[in-house]
Structures are given as C-alpha cells and as structure tokens.
C-alpha cells in the first residue's frame, strides 16, 4: 500500500471496508505512568462515590426518574433545575476551553471510555492472551483446547467487569439503597431495575469487548468537534516534523550518508496507537492525546542518544516559530466566561433555602365576609423539603392584625417530601383601604424565619 493510500486509508478499516482488528502496543514510560495515577483514582472515585454520603445524601446522584439530582451531598430538586443546567453549561465551557488550550486531553486522560478500555480490559486481555503478536496469532488460529480457554476466561472476566460497572452505572441513576433492594429482594418486586442491570452490563460488555476504539472514531462527536475548537496555538499530541523530516533508518555503512531527520522511520508510533493512527500525517480526529505515541518514541531517541520529544506537546506555533504555548485572548475568555459562571453557580447553590415555598391565593375564589369584622381570603402552599432531616414548618403574618386558619395544617414535612396546604388569612375589614392588599406571610423552620413571601389579599374597601 502506498504512502497516499495509507493517508486516506484508516488502520480499522481493511480494502473491502470491514472491520480490522487493531493490537496497540503497550510501551510503560512517564506519560503512561501518570496516567496511569490518574486513571486508578478516577476509577477509585468513580466506583466510591455513589456510597459516600453527606448529612445522609449520596454524594453524587443524577436520578431522572424522580427529578432528584444529588451535587456533592446537595440536593437539588425540579426548582433548582436552573442550577444544574448554568452547571452543565459551565463544565461545557471548561471543555471548550481546554480543548482550546490542549486538544482531546479529556478523551486520553479522563474519559471513563479510555480508562477503561486502555487500563482495565486491555491489561485484562494482555494478562490473559500476550502482548499483540500473541493475541493476533491466537485470533487467527483454529479452536483448540488453548483458544476456547483463553478466550472463554478473558470474556467471562469482561462480563464480570461489566456487570460490576453496570451496577455503579446505576447506582448513579437510582441510588445505591434502592441498587441495594434490587439485589437483596425478591426479583419480582424489581423485576425492571433486574432487567436493567443485565441491559446495561450487555452494553458494556459490547463496548469494550467489542465496539472499542470505535466509540471515539466513529460514535463520539467529541472528535469532531475538535477540528474547530483548535487552532495553531493549541497544545497538542503533535510530531515536531520540521526536526524529525526527511524520515529514514540510520545506515552506519554509508560513508557519506544523505542527511536525515531524528524520525527513523520504525513505526512504533503507529504500533502503540490505540485508535491506529499514524501521527506523523498531522492532527487528526482520531487522536485521543492518549500520549501512547509520545512514550514509544522517546524510548527510541533514547536508544538512539537523540533528544527527546519529537513527538510531544506542541502547538504549530510552537513546531514552525520555536515559540513557547501561548495564552491566548481566546483563552482568556473563555477562562474569564467559566470563572465567571462558577461564581453565579457558587452563589445560587449557596443561598439556596432548605425549604422551597410557593403560596397562591385559591383561584376562582373572592374574599369571605366573617364574624367579628374579619374578611377571609383562601390561599393555598406547596412546600418542598431539600433538606435530610424532618422539619417543623410554620405560617406567620408580618401585619399583627392578620389572623391564619389553617385548613389543612402541616406540622412535620419528612425529609425531600412535597406537601401542599390550604389556609385562611383573615384581616379586619376596617384595616382594608384598598381592594387589591399586598401582605407579608413568614415562613418559620423550627422557629425560625427563613423566608418572606409576598402575595395580594383581596377585600371590600371601607
């Protein structure tokens, strides 16, 4: 195959289109061993977090179903919706921003889909099979005693994996005490969050069994995105080709060897690669910043006593002026966008109330005349307890005059329950001079005001 059909030819993808399997090297250097720092305490994080619990909440809980969405142990309810979504828009912001800044750095170093893929079940698999070589010899030889062994343990262990996966994947969705009835009672009192676990652990399995590398060619928008979130001062993955061109091996016979760049030409770029690229062709969608390419040939310049780093984190500033990474007045906005939205995020979680109130006078109702020179309006509340305790919750007019009869009284509001109430409140006639009346209602938490809520009270004018 030529160097032109190579370009535009992808490594998952043989000359009649079907898939080709990829068997990316592993070669252990610096950036491997960092990331493999972060990938443990991401996976660590990752699989505790549903189980911490502050004050009696999860520490992390996004439960669509109930509208319950659960934020460092706060928990934040349909009427603080808005605060999830200034969150979400935030952390998008971030990734713009560091996308611009330093490409796919999410994808290679964050993405639960990389870690897992390149730090648990690839590891899995070279435990189990060997290193490529091995596992390609092995998928092309016949069924033997030693295939069905080896292949029936890696994928027992990969459904294993992936149900355990499943099951943190839901305790995200439902909580890790309604996972924990799932599994502790009867099957037919769940039969739906059963069949969700063994869906969801199917997924998985087929993602990282099978599906693979794909996920961030092909199913990802994430890679293509990326073509206008760079640009030339963007620090990326890149090959610094202006050093390592013209490429070729190293002939000592040669008395009089034509000049070469550092780049010898071996290829191991391309062997580490887990999405199968060559990176020497330039910035391409299928990068993760995985830094695989980055380890391998370091550990060839280092053998061959050139310097380090002719693959390495660049930007083309950097590779065509010699320039140092650049913050640019597109970073800078975008870093001055996202403190900006962490602040307003800040200060509405902050002064968030434990006890959302909404009060509204009774549609389709007029004032009520009563005994005793008293007019009664019919009003009703919704309140919303965000806190994990019982609270004790009290009406209490500003003007001394008014008088609340409750109805439906509410003593206890039990810990993220919604109650409504309905109450009178009535006012001497001869306080009314207009017929349109602003009041005051105090709303007290175990004797304490915590809220003031206005509304208009109607009545005949003296």
């Known amino acids: 195959m030529s160097d032109q059909e190579i370009k535009y030819h992808h490594q998952t993808v043989d000359e009649k289109g079907k898939r080709r399997w990829l068997y990316p090297l592993i070669r252990v250097g610096d950036w491997y061993k960092y990331r493999s720092v972060v990938s443990y305490v991401l996976l660590v994080f990752l699989f505790g977090a549903p189980y ?33 979504v200034l969150l979400m828009l935030t952390g ?22 990389t870690i897992f893929l390149e730090m648990v079940f690839r590891k899995l698999e070279i435990w189990i099979e060997g290193e490529p070589a091995a596992r390609k010899k092995l998928d092309n030889s016949p069924w033997n005693q030693d295939k069905i062994i080896k292949k029936t343990t890696k994928h027992f262990l990969y459904i294993l994996i992936s149900f355990f996966i ?23 009192q769940h039969l739906t969050g059963f069949v969700s676990i063994w869906v969801f652990t199917a997924a998985f ?31 990326i993955v890149a090959y610094h080709y202006l050093r390592g061109e013209p490429r070729g091996r190293i002939k000592k016979s040669e008395v009089n060897p034509e000049p070469l ?13 887990p999405t199968g690229i060559d990176i020497r062709e330039g910035t391409q969608l299928e990068c993760v910043n995985c830094t695989a390419c980055i380890d391998a040939c370091n550990q060839v310049m280092d053998k061959i006593n050139r310097p380090r780093n002719l693959i390495g984190y660049y930007s083309e500033e950097m590779i065509k002026n010699n320039e140092q990474p650049k913050f640019t007045l597109r970073m800078k906005a975008y870093s001055i966008v996202i403190v900006l939205m962490m ?22 109702t007029l004032y009520q005349e009563q005994p005793n020179g008293y007019v009664s309006n019919l009003y009703t509340a919704e309140l919303v307890n965000k806190t994990s305790k019982a609270i004790k919750v009290d009406f209490e007019s500003e003007d001394k005059d008014a008088k609340i009869k409750w109805i439906q009284a509410v003593d206890k509001i039990e810990k993220e329950e919604t109650v409504k109430v309905t109450f009178f409140v009535m006012l001497p006639q001869k306080s009314i001079v207009k017929t349109k009346t602003n009041i005051k209602l105090l709303v007290k938490i175990d004797g304490e005001i915590i809220d003031h809520i206005e509304t208009n009270f109607l009545g005949p004018v003296n």
């Open 52 to 84: 911490l619990k502050i004050n009696g909440n999860q520490f992390i809980l996004f439960n669509i179903i109930e509208r319950k969405f659960i934020l460092f142990g706060q928990v934040f309810w349909p009427q603080d919706f808005f605060i999830i």
């Open 92 to 113: 998008l912001v971030a990734i713009v921003l560091f996308t611009s800044a330093f490409g796919r750095i999410f994808c290679g170093w964050i993405c639960p889909q």
């Open 166 to 188: 499943a099951n943190t994947f839901l305790a995200y969705i439902i909580g890790t005490d309604e996972l924990w009835k799932i599994m502790t009672e009867p099957i037919q």
């Open 205 to 235: 399995y087929w993602v990282f069994a099978h599906f693979r590398e794909l996920v961030c060619i092909v199913a990802c928008p994430y890679g293509r995105l990326q073509g206008v979130l760079l640009d030339k001062n963007s620090l």
């Open 261 to 273: 760049g550092d780049c010898v030409d071996c290829n191991l770029c391309v062997a580490v690669c």
């Open 343 to 364: 602040a307003i995020s800040t200060y509405f979680i902050l002064s968030r109330k434990d006890i959302d109130v909404t009060i509204l006078r009774a549609s389709g």
